[in-house]
Each structure stands twice: as C-alpha cells, then as structure tokens.
C-alpha cells in the first residue's frame, strides 16, 4: 500500500461525511470546501478547528468520502493520518470527533 499521498493522510468517515454535507447545505455553504485547522496545545494535545471556505492556490486540497479537505501546508503535521468521524457520544447527542493518534489524548476506538 503506497504511503505518504495526500488522499490518505486524513480520512472522513461516511457518517461525517453525510453530516458535512447536511451542514453546508443548512448553513448555505454547499460546494465550499471543508476547511480543516490544528494546533498543539502547550500539553501536547491538539486543537482542531473546521468550517467551510473557497480555499486558496497554497492550500493542500483532496477529497474524501466525497467531500473535498482543504487545509493550510502547516498543518498536514499534525492532521497526518487523523479521521474525522461523526459519533452519538450520548442517546440523541451527537458530534464530530477527531481520531488521531498524534493526540495524545487519543484513545482508539473500541468495537462494543
């Protein structure tokens, strides 16, 4: 399997993907691209930012699941190999999650 391709450096699950376009089409943003950020914070763990932009010529940009990712260069570090998934954390609350294992307060996810 070839490695270090921009397509598979950030992955959005089909759940995520499905709510990423039901967020763009409420908030009037369909055809934007899904703008992905992160920051390390001073403990080593990473804060995630996403929204929906036009992008620029600097921006690294692929698709997933049918949603095109744009982010800036720097942060494909931190974005490496992370997931973007949509998951009920409690009956009827549901949200987005960040799955990557650069975090250190990642936590693989676990089959019930």
């Not at 691209?33 to 921006?59: K, N, P, V, W």
């Not at 992370?82 to 990557?100: H, K």
């Amino acid at each position: 399997m070839p490695t270090g391709e921009v397509n598979e450096m950030f992955k959005v699950t089909p759940q995520a993907a499905e709510q990423v376009r039901a967020a763009a089409e409420q908030g009037g943003t369909a055809g934007m691209a899904l703008r992905l950020a992160a920051q390390q914070r001073s403990d080593g763990s990473i804060d995630y930012r996403m929204g929906f932009d036009e992008g620029t010529d600097d921006d690294i940009s692929f698709n997933s699941e049918g949603v095109r990712i744009i982010m800036a260069p720097e942060y494909v570090p931190l974005l490496d190999s992370a997931t973007l998934d949509f998951v009920e954390m409690e009956p009827g609350e549901s949200q987005f999650i960040f799955l990557n294992p650069k975090d250190p307060n990642y936590v693989p996810p676990s089959e019930n």
